[in-house]
């Protein structure tokens, strides 16, 4: 995946907001990305753009070998399908579907079948295998974002997006999601971006961009939660 | 992702059944109103076909000008009865029987007549052929009379009334009242006759009190076996008179059914009607119920786009939602329809219409009719908000409190409301004032605009909200305080909302306010006519005021002690200008209690004409005029006068013959109405000497001017609480679109709710807010509904050009109360939802 000069302007005139500002850079295969920055920094504004649920105002986005920006709804929607896939700060499950039929949804919308071995792989690596016929309103919230990360990897989509998924969560629950999104790109050599507030969540990255002001303004590789910690402090002062 | 949708709707099911309501009373309506006439239509033609079934041919009365029926008085007339013997002799015929009929009143312990609404038959049959099976009549128990001081009578009567064989029975026909001993309960037939009573008499006492000497009214003939109808029927056809026809059993049943069945069918297209307007309504409820579910639901349809849903398969979802709620409430509703047959059915019992009956009809039409149209509509009504549903972008899923966005078209809202609404004016004008086109194209103008109207007011009614609200709303906020104050603004924050649901409620509001105009308008007239022409002391009418009765009882009264005059009208059908009309027959004694106005050259007496026949036909005092009456005979008079009657109508129709010649030219002449003059005026005294000499005819009434005028506009009554009772269903429908709207409102706002108790709202005050929110939406509701009524109401009394404009305050204040009392019940469960809300769990709710 590859992005070039990114720009997203809200508003016109006076009081318009640039919340990204020219931002270029490539996600490798089997990576795992964090993104950091401050509050309102763009963080979301990127992931959005990135996921193709947002146009930028100038710039691109190459998935796959496909220039998303451009792309109409239905082929964007049929992208979607193939190539992304979603975890959410609020999970966004569908209260009147059991766990496993949430995690099917996207290959029941697509009207494909799940392959019975992968999918019994899945659930237990996501560690909902006994909680299948749950509902959401019966799950803890980590439970819920198990759901909602298996879900999002059901359909082995070539980039995984994920906004702050651990910013509803406790921290040892956190720790869990966390451990299973690594788990993922290891397991599954799954690409991953990860939007983030928290140091720990940065450091099982493979590569982390802090961003301030709808800039890229740093990168670290394979950072502890030391560092990254460091680098946030130079940024909010 | 069909199955998503399925499963959604099971997921809420407490909303899905919301949405379903409104069809499921609207289906029921008009598979309820099928049910009932089906079976009404089934009662009469068993009825019909087991009347006939004994003979092969039937001959019956003919009248000479057409229509007709030979139990009405003065219409098909008798034929001689020498033609008995004859039609016997016949070769091919074995057996044949006949009798007279006449509408015959049976009269209670009490001494008042039975059945003064349903009617009742009466028969004088030839005992010597009462056993056999030609005749439709049977015998239950006893026996047949035989004799003047005999009856029969029918089985309801004696099984509900109490009379058994060998009781006394009072029986009124044309004539004076006589008791009789019940000889025998017998049957027509072998269905219902609904709430008619039957009394037989032998053949002569029949002929003597109907006033048919040596007269039949009906041959029932059986052939001998191998004959061929058509045979049977030619031979019998050679020896008629001009006065009688033959048909073949079958085809009389056809015939009486048929004529039977264009009543019914009245009521079918009356009863569909509100059925329609019911769905009408209801698709209001259901477009809107779907619209505030979807935007609910916005993150969820999100989410679905994300995971790669197409803009289709949202659409398709939601559709697929809504044929299965469409169909399952059309399920329920057509079962609902056989129970709400039944509940017709005693609404109209109790104004009277007792109809014969079958075992329950449940047609194949019945089905197919109630779940297409059921579902049919809550698709349409799903468009909209399906439409916007796959509006909702994906990255609505990130966003918190993501807002369902505008429908393209939405900026086009107020151009295309207001052109919508001018054009229906435009229609209703032109329906109200275009006095060139017919009566009908008119009212069709009128009724297709008042659909249109009542589009474009709905998409206005957003903008009206606020400032309706804010005026509405402002006892409840000023009162109520702070739940009230809060009540008026969330019924402002969703002014779509608010305002689709009080469009709902405004559909029935403007239509009970027309009927109340118009029956206003009506009355006011009617009254205006009466105080003109009403000159005399007391007015003779029969019980029920509108059928006809014999002209004894009138007799009677002129040698009764005190009366000056007795001036009565008779009402018979004539062919006058090649056309069958309704004519009414009077004496020269008329203007002393009728003051009718006269145009100048008219002597004061019949024969008369009204001055618009008289236009239309260019008549004038001295212009010859021809009729033709039923019986054959041709009448040629001269007329002598042009009355020129008010607007409110008069007890004369366009021709008026005098009495004496109306009592020459029909066999059974009947008075519509006599008017009486007495020494003193109206006194108790007067009245207790009229009501005495009426003793002997239970069947007529003396009243006074103003009981005269109330029992003629008790038929006005009547169709006014008719049409209340069933407009009220539209009006049901749509405050299950207040409760529906209320009970999603809760849910969208239980995180705030639980706010509003955490920081000491008590159960008590959520609930008041809740009901007054619900009450300034209904009196939204009455807001843009009543004056709708009002100007509809002036224009279609303006079409119709009769009843006089008049606004009937008192009956609109008890709609706004009654309003109010809507939105309080409307109310109820929302506010107890709302109440029960466990605090933690709002405040935590996603
Ligand atoms: N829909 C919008 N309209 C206008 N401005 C917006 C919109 N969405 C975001 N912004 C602005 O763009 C900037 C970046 O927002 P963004 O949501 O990307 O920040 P973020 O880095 O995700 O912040 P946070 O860490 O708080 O989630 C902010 O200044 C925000 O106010
Ligand atoms: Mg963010």
Redesign the pocket.
């Known amino acids: 995946m590859q992005a070039r000069d990114l720009v997203r302007r809200?508003?016109e005139g006076a009081t318009a907001?640039e919340?990204l500002r020219g931002i270029s850079l490539e996600v490798q295969a089997g990576e795992l990305v964090a993104v950091m920055?401050?509050?309102?920094?763009?963080?979301?504004?990127?992931m959005h753009i990135l996921a193709g649920l947002d146009k930028p105002t100038s710039g691109t986005v190459t998935i796959a070998g496909e220039e998303i920006t451009s792309l109409d709804d239905r082929k964007l929607t049929l992208l979607r399908r193939r190539h992304i896939g979603f975890v959410f700060q609020f999970f966004n499950l569908l209260p009147m579907l059991t766990a496993e039929e949430n995690v099917l949804l996207p290959l029941s919308i697509a009207g494909t079948k799940p392959e019975q071995r992968w999918l019994d792989d899945l659930l237990s690596r996501t560690g909902i295998d006994n909680r299948r016929t749950h509902r959401p309103s019966e799950l803890s919230g980590g439970q819920q974002q198990r759901v909602a990360i298996a879900r999002s990897l059901v359909s082995r989509p070539t980039i995984l997006f994920a906004d702050?998924p651990t910013g509803n969560l406790d921290s040892r629950t956190g720790g869990e999601i966390l451990d299973l999104l690594r788990e993922s790109v290891d397991a599954y050599g799954q690409t991953t971006v990860m939007?983030t507030?928290e140091a720990r969540a940065a450091a099982i990255a493979d590569r982390v961009l802090f961003?301030a002001d709808?800039l890229i303004v740093r990168e670290l590789e394979r950072a502890t939660a030391q560092q990254v910690l460091d680098v946030m402090a130079g940024l909010d002062a | 992702m069909i199955g998503v949708a399925l499963k959604g709707l099971l997921g809420r099911k407490l909303r899905a059944s919301l949405t379903a309501i409104a069809i499921v009373l609207g289906i029921a309506m008009v598979s309820g109103t099928y049910v009932l006439t089906d079976t009404i239509k089934a009662g009469f033609s068993g009825l019909f076909t087991t009347v006939y079934q004994g003979a092969d041919a039937i001959v019956s009365g003919r009248s000479a000008i057409g229509g007709g029926d030979q139990n009405g008085p003065g219409l098909a007339p008798s034929f001689d009865e020498t033609l008995l013997p004859r039609v016997r002799a016949l070769p091919d015929v074995a057996d044949a029987g006949g009798n007279v009929a006449y509408p015959t009143l049976l009269v209670g312990r009490n001494g008042k007549v039975m059945a003064a609404q349903a009617g009742g038959l009466g028969f004088g049959i030839d005992p010597k052929r009462a056993d056999d099976a030609i005749d439709p009549l049977k015998l239950v128990s006893g026996r047949w009379p035989t004799n003047g001081t005999q009856i029969a009578i029918d089985v309801a009567t004696s099984e509900k009334k109490n009379f058994a064989v060998g009781d006394m029975i009072g029986a009124v026909a044309s004539g004076a009242a006589h008791r009789y001993r019940i000889a025998g309960i017998v049957k027509l037939g072998d269905a219902s006759i609904g709430g008619t009573t039957l009394a037989v008499f032998d053949l002569a006492t029949g002929q003597r009190i109907f006033h048919k000497q040596g007269k039949l009214d009906t041959i029932y003939v059986k052939s001998k076996s191998g004959v061929a109808p058509p045979k049977l029927i030619s031979e019998l056809r050679g020896i008629l008179p001009p006065t009688a026809q033959v048909r073949s059993a079958a085809a009389q049943a056809k015939h009486d059914t048929d004529n039977t069945s264009s009543f019914t069918s009245i009521i079918q297209d009356f009863l569909l009607a509100f059925a329609g307007i019911a769905l009408f309504v209801g698709s209001f409820v259901i477009a809107n119920t779907l619209s505030i579910t979807i935007a609910q639901r916005t993150r969820e349809f999100a989410t679905l786009r994300t995971l790669g849903a197409t803009r289709r398969q949202v659409l398709r979802s939601v559709i697929v939602e809504a044929l299965v709620i469409g169909f399952l409430a059309s399920v329920v509703g057509l079962f609902a329809g056989l129970g709400l047959a039944k509940l017709l059915n005693q609404l109209f019992v109790a104004l009277g219409i007792d109809l014969p009956k079958a075992s329950t009809v449940f047609a194949t039409r019945t089905i197919v009719v109630s779940l297409v149209l059921g579902t049919v509509v809550t698709l349409l009504a799903s468009l909209r908000p399906a439409f916007r549903a796959t509006r909702v972008e994906p990255i609505a899923a990130a966003r918190e409190g993501a807002l369902l966005p505008p429908s393209r078209l939405a900026r086009f809202g107020l151009p295309f409301a207001l052109v919508t609404s001018a054009a229906a004016i435009a229609l209703l004008l032109f329906g109200a004032l275009d006095s060139s086109a017919t009566t009908k194209q008119r009212l069709l103008a009128i009724g297709g605009g008042v659909l249109i109207l009542f589009f474009g007011v709905a998409l206005l009614a957003p903008r009206l909200v606020t400032p309706l609200a804010r005026v509405l709303g402002a006892a409840g906020a000023r009162f109520g305080g702070t739940p009230g104050r809060l009540a008026q603004q969330n019924a402002m924050r969703a002014p779509s909302r608010t305002a689709a649901t009080a469009s709902a409620l405004m559909i029935g509001l403007a239509l009970v306010t027309v009927v109340a105009v118009l029956a206003a308008g009506l009355k006011s007239r009617f009254e205006g006519s009466v105080h003109a022409l009403f000159h005399a002391d007391y007015a003779l009418t029969s019980q029920n005021g509108f059928i006809p009765t014999g002209i004894a009882s009138a007799n009677a009264l002129a040698h009764a002690p005190g009366v000056e005059v007795v001036s009565s009208v008779r009402a018979g059908e004539a062919k006058v200008f090649g056309k069958r009309i309704g004519i009414t027959g009077t004496d020269a004694q008329m203007p002393r209690v009728i003051s009718i106005d006269w145009v100048p050259g008219s002597a004061h007496v019949p024969p008369f004409v009204s001055k618009d026949y008289a236009k239309k036909h260019g008549l004038h005092v001295g212009s010859p005029l021809t009729l033709q009456v039923p019986s054959g005979r041709t009448l040629r008079l001269t007329i002598r006068g042009i009355i020129d009657p008010p607007k409110g109508g008069s007890p004369f129709t366009d021709v008026t013959i005098p009495n004496a010649v109306f009592d020459r030219a029909y066999a059974n002449p009947a008075n519509l109405y006599s008017f009486i003059k007495m020494t003193g005026g109206v006194t108790s005294e007067n009245t207790t000497r009229l009501n005495t000499a009426l003793q002997r005819f239970p069947d007529a009434k003396v009243q006074t001017e103003g009981q005269f005028e109330k029992s003629q506009e008790q038929g006005i009554t009547l169709l006014l609480n008719l049409l209340y009772v069933l407009l009220s269903l539209s009006i049901v429908v749509s405050l299950f679109g207040i409760v529906n709207t209320l009970i999603l409102t809760v849910f969208e706002r239980t995180r705030e709710l639980g706010m509003l108790r955490a920081v000491g709202m008590t159960r008590r005050q959520v609930r008041n807010m809740i009901r007054y929110e619900s009450v300034v939406t209904a009196l939204i509701g009455a807001a843009l509904g009543i004056p709708i009524g009002i100007g509809l109401g002036a224009l279609v009394g303006h079409a119709i050009a009769y009843p006089a404009f008049t606004i009937p305050w008192g009956t609109i204040v008890v709609f706004v109360v009654a309003a109010v009392i809507a939105g309080l019940l409307a109310a109820i469960f929302p506010a107890r939802r709302a109440g029960r809300l466990n605090v933690l769990e709002a405040l935590q709710y996603e």
């Open positions: 809200y508003g907001v919340a920055g401050p509050s309102g920094s763009g963080k979301s504004t990127l702050e939007v507030h961003i709808g």
